[in-house]
C-alpha cells in the first residue's frame, strides 16, 4: 500500500479513535448511559487507536521513526488490555488497579515514549526544532494529548478503602483533553506527505 495512503488511513483511525474517546468521557462525567455503555464507546474507540498504531509501524517500516511507532502501537495493545478488562463485574480495587489501572498506566508510559521519540526524530535531534513544521505539530499535539491521558491515568487509581478512583473528574476531563488532543494530530497528520510519497 502506497505511503500516502497507509497515513492517511493511520490519521483517519486516530481522528475516530481520539474523537470515540472524547465522547466516553463526556458520557462518563455528564452520567450520559450506564458504565457499560461507556466501556462500549472507549473499546471502539481503542479498536481504532490501535489500527492507527499498527498503520504507523507500517508507514514507518524500518525509517527512523521506527521506534516511536512501535512504541505507540504496543501502548494501545496495553490499553486494550485495559479497555476489555472494563467489562468485568465486581472486581475488587485491588483486581481493578492491576487488570485496568496497571496496563492503562503502562500505555501512556509508551505514548510519553513514544512522543518523545517522535519529537526528537521531526526535531533532527531536538524537540524543539522548529515549529513551523507540520510534523512537529503532529507529535506535539499528540504529546500534549499523552500528558492528559497520563494524569487521567494517575487519577484513575482505584483507592481500597473507598472502592472509587483517587479523582473521577481528573479522570473524565484529562481524557476527554488528551482524546481531542489525539483526534486534532489525526487531522494533522492527514497533510502530512510521507517520505516515500509521490
Known amino acids: 500500500m502506497?505511503?500516502?495512503?497507509?497515513?492517511?488511513?493511520?490519521g483517519v483511525s486516530f481522528t475516530i479513535g481520539g474523537t470515540l474517546f472524547a465522547i466516553g468521557a463526556l458520557m462518563a462525567q455528564l452520567?450520559?448511559?450506564?458504565?457499560r455503555d461507556d466501556a462500549v464507546v472507549y473499546l471502539v474507540g481503542g479498536v481504532f487507536f490501535s489500527l492507527g498504531g499498527y498503520l504507523s509501524v507500517l508507514l514507518a517500516g524500518r525509517g527512523p521513526g521506527r521506534l516511536s511507532a512501535v512504541v505507540l502501537f504496543v501502548g494501545t495493545l496495553f490499553f486494550a488490555v485495559s479497555l476489555v478488562a472494563a467489562f468485568a463485574s465486581g472486581l475488587t480495587p485491588r483486581q481493578s488497579n492491576g487488570w485496568i489501572w496497571l496496563p492503562d498506566m503502562a500505555g501512556c508510559v509508551c505514548f510519553l515514549v513514544s512522543?518523545?521519540?517522535?519529537?526528537?526524530?521531526?526535531?533532527?535531534?531536538?524537540?524543539?526544532?522548529?515549529?513551523?513544521?507540520?510534523?512537529?505539530?503532529?507529535?506535539?499535539v499528540n504529546q500534549l494529548g499523552s500528558i492528559l491521558f497520563l494524569l487521567a491515568g494517575l487519577a484513575a487509581f482505584v483507592r481500597p478503602a473507598t472502592s472509587a478512583p483517587l479523582n473521577e473528574a481528573l479522570v473524565n476531563w484529562g481524557t476527554f483533553g488528551g482524546a481531542v488532543c489525539f483526534?486534532?494530530?489525526?487531522?494533522?497528520?492527514?497533510?502530512?506527505?510521507?517520505?516515500?510519497?509521490?
Open 2 to 10: 502506497a505511503p500516502t495512503r497507509v497515513n492517511a488511513l493511520a
Open 115 to 140: 512522543g518523545r521519540l517522535a519529537l526528537v526524530e521531526v526535531g533532527r535531534g531536538r524537540i524543539w526544532r522548529v515549529v513551523d513544521d507540520l510534523e512537529w505539530w503532529v507529535a506535539g
Open 183 to 198: 483526534a486534532v494530530a489525526g487531522i494533522l497528520q492527514l497533510r502530512v506527505r510521507p517520505q516515500g510519497s509521490p
Open 31 to 35: 452520567g450520559l448511559g450506564s458504565v
